[in-house]
């Protein structure tokens, strides 16, 4: 496994992975790795000759007052992880690196970037939106990975790839869950034992809207009451930012009867504790 | 020469002459090619393999009550330019082929795009800005080429470029003159004979600034006040919207004596009558 820190390095090793003909397969993180970034990893594997993992914990993507500083690390843990999956690159470049001194150049994906996690952390798909497409020009990939648990990103990403024309093919995987329901994040690490066990709010509470969906209700709003309530009755939901009904293509939010085609995605952010989690599905009518 | 109006068939045309390992040229145009636009053609045509020259009237760099609608066109008279001068390919989309129905994603040069012609046309860099970082993804050209007429964009495309990674080389040209000073520019056939006379007084006004400059003087707020008099004092000149003395690179405001190293931007936007003419020169010191 071959470890890169600069981007002149990445560019000179994958121009020439690129001219025997290899497929290269990009699984972007910020590291820490967990079973969600490894079946990332494994699929990239099956479907590209070459995989790069690149771990970069992007300061631009955190809001002030956000957890950039605290954010997980573990440099050697992750070499280890990616070692074992047989990932054949890893770049890892310092900030300085990626951004220079005095970056300017931004892209925005309007309207999708202010509803939901945007709302709440004004310039955070921005930094994503900016950081991926730099990585996807430092490393020319031809498929991308993205963890379905971070939905609104993946959405967010593949509309910035159709609208900007990038030459990748966005992979949504499937979120990877421990045995009681609650998504893997990194961001776990942060939670007390209690916490942790009451995490499982989150999921329990989608697959409730879910259930009442399955059903065949379609008062949005009232399953919405529903599921806000159940949060608010767990004793470590310290704030809840949405829990929200929304076109997952589109991420417009659902009306009663109004505008549902096909398929709702079931989304929100909570925080337990001090830590604030994520967790979606998306339910096919 | 090929005339290719989808973006399949222009990566199909593309991703073949780069297997054969040949560099590709773009000048990227609205159209309405003048002896500026051929000075670019021919740059590309001596440094590359191939030159494709796009033709699109790019709607979301106009703003509300700008000249989108009337902007010149003439494809028929641009094809037989294009074929005179031996340029390999023409890549002229419709809007609807370049954007889809809901574009969202936009890339900004954030602080850049606020001054100088940024103050007076809010979105135009935006605009600009996401329609070239299409169309290398679309074209993946090797080097583009500019002209420095429009100084601030190619300024601001080269910052782009650096901050989002993106792997084209940013070729800028020198400005291509009418006898009398006037910089070639499609708008000027908006012009009435007197106010195409007159319209001289922009590239006059910037060349008594570099003499004021080379003379030694640094009061740049003098410099600059004197400018405006001149301006002021011609009859076809209906208002100014900007006559600036800044630093090349970075595009911020010199300030007497202050930060001033190297070389100094003059560069003005004024109504000739109803038409908005810009005009720079970069004096080195």
Known sequence: MNIIKTKDETRAAFAQLKSQGKTLGLVPTMGYLHEGH????KKSRRECDATVVSIFVNPIQFGPGEDFEKYPRDTKRDIGIAEKEKVDFI????AEEMYGKNNLAYVNVEKMDKVMCGK?????????????????????PDRAYFGEKDFQQLIIIKKMVKDLDVDVKIIGCKTIRETDGVAM?????YLTEKERMNAAVLYDTILFA???????????????????DLLKANESVKNIDY????????????????NITG??????AVYIGKTRLIDNKVVLL
């Open 91 to 94: 770049f890892s470049p310092e």
């Open 210 to 228: 879910e259930k009442e969906i399955k059903k065949g209700l379609r008062d949005l709003a009232e399953i919405k009451k529903e599921c806000l």
């Open 263 to 268: 398929s709702i995605l079931i989304a929100c």
């Open 185 to 189: 994040s990194s961001r776990n690490k």
């Open 38 to 41: 490894i079946s990332l990893i």
């Open 243 to 258: 829990f929200d009904l929304r076109d997952p293509e589109t991420l417009d939010e659902l009306q009663k009867n109004k």
């Open 120 to 140: 709440f952390r004004p310039d955070h798909f921005r930094g994503v939106c900016t950081v991926v497409l730099k990585l996807f020009n430092i490393i020319k």
